[in-house]
């Protein structure tokens, strides 16, 4: 069996991968999923509404645990304070703006929502913003990676959709390789401050 038949022939497995992936984060995926939807590989209006519920719930999820514990959970992780203060300190700046485009902004779009949910902003005001701007998230990157596919598509004739596939497939490897690595990354820290010794303050002579 081909990958193009898994794809097409597997009915919602593919959306709900791709509702799942946004969910969390799923900027790169999205981009070749719409590579892929521009060969026929996959649905691209179903392709934006699963990339548009996944983006719009995951941060929906984040706001409210900024809300109901987001506070409790510094305390706990100090080392994300600097990125939620920046995102606070735009967010005070630009308000609506922030809110409608922070899925953009390198460096502070995974904590926005989180941080957005400690700033006390309304949840039903959050919820509407958050609608539409995972709606014009979702619209550009899959329109970018289809526009990206079809001129593939023009360019490779006849090749491009085993290029597509190709394309996925990589990524696939790709993102796996990425979360082993996270993985052992922070086994090989916690290993370590469990085996540190503590400090012990030196008395006086």
């Not at 081909?2 to 097409?8: D, G, H, P, S």
């Not at 969390?24 to 590579?35: H, N, T």
């Not at 699963?50 to 305390?75: E, H, N, P």
Request: aromatic share 16%.
């Amino acid at each position: 069996m081909t990958m193009q038949q898994i794809l097409t022939g597997h009915g919602a497995w593919p959306y709900l991968l791709t509702f799942a992936w946004t969910f969390i984060e799923g900027e790169s995926f999205v981009l070749f999923a719409g590579f892929a939807a521009a060969q026929g590989l996959l649905n691209p209006v179903l392709l934006l509404l699963a990339a548009w519920l996944g983006s719009f719930g995951g941060d929906q999820c984040y706001f409210w645990i900024g809300r109901t514990v987001g506070l409790q959970m510094l305390a706990r992780r100090p080392r994300w304070r600097a990125r939620v203060d920046r995102a606070l300190a735009i967010l005070r700046r630009y308000d609506v703006g922030f809110i409608l485009t922070f899925r953009f902004i390198y460096g502070v779009r995974n904590f926005s929502s989180f941080a957005i949910g400690i700033s006390g902003v309304g949840w039903l005001r959050f919820l509407i913003l958050n609608l539409i701007a995972a709606f014009i998230w979702a619209v550009a990157f899959v329109s970018a990676g289809y526009l990206s596919g079809r001129a593939m598509h023009r360019a490779l004739g006849e090749y491009a959709q085993q290029f597509s596939v190709a394309m996925l497939a990589g990524l696939a490897v790709l993102l796996v390789t990425a979360y082993l690595y996270q993985r052992l990354r922070r086994r090989r820290a916690e290993k370590a401050a469990s085996v540190a010794p503590p400090d012990v303050p030196k008395l006086d002579a």
